[in-house]
């Protein structure tokens, strides 16, 4: 039972850490929605363009950062969750519930890449673009309305995806915990039973003789 009470605190300390992580990586992107650069701060020289550099760059690095570290505490402590109990028995229900498990942890993966990809795009493009640098061949670029917002909510199904599987893993260990007690007291029940009726067996075989 202290074990269990353990398990618990553990995975809701784990939980509230990615919750916060992501909270902030979230608010970040949304910050970094309302302050990027727009074609009004764009200054001409001639053929030659220019844009300032704005906070949208530190609050796009930072939501990478938390999002980063969220992603690796929370798909770490369900994945050593979930292997915690080794190698499970080959049973139906059990193997489609670890092709669950791997299939939300790749959509987990795919959908934190896909934010990472948006936020550092957007986030260059407000490191700051100097006359006849541009952000790419020369040219300067303004990152569109909504870049920022729609990385800030893939932050938000990143970490939905990320603390479910965090909850998803307690039923299967607790399941294959309880599996395996009842396996070594059956077993043991079952060694004491033999060793009884040895022992029985023992005197009524010198009574014959």
């Avoid at 915990?177 to 009884?196: K, M, Q, V």
Wanted: glycine share 10%; charged share 15%.
């Amino acid at each position: 039972m202290e074990k269990g009470s353990r398990g618990m605190s553990c995975r809701g300390a784990i939980c509230c850490i990615v919750a916060l992580l992501s909270a902030t990586a979230f608010s970040c992107s949304l910050a970094a929605e309302f302050h990027k650069v727009k074609e009004k701060d764009m200054k001409l020289d001639g053929s030659l363009c220019s844009l300032p550099r704005s906070s949208a760059f530190e609050l796009g690095v930072s939501a990478i950062a938390f999002l980063f570290v969220a992603q690796l505490v929370g798909t770490t402590a369900s994945v050593a969750t979930a292997y915690a109990g080794g190698k499970p028995k080959k049973i139906a229900a059990a193997a489609r519930g670890r092709i669950a498990f791997i299939a939300l942890l790749a959509l987990s993966w795919l959908s934190f890449a896909v934010a990472v990809i948006l936020l550092a795009t957007a986030a260059s493009m407000n490191h700051g673009q100097r006359y006849g640098r541009g952000w790419m061949d020369g040219d300067c670029y303004v990152a569109r309305n909504g870049v920022f917002g729609g990385a800030a909510a893939l932050v938000v199904v990143t970490a939905l995806i990320t603390l479910g599987l965090t909850f998803a893993t307690k039923p299967t260990t607790a399941a294959m915990a309880s599996t395996c007690a009842a396996g070594s007291d059956t077993c043991s029940s079952r060694t004491h039973l033999e060793a009884a009726e040895a022992d029985a067996e023992q005197p009524a075989g010198r009574s014959k003789q």
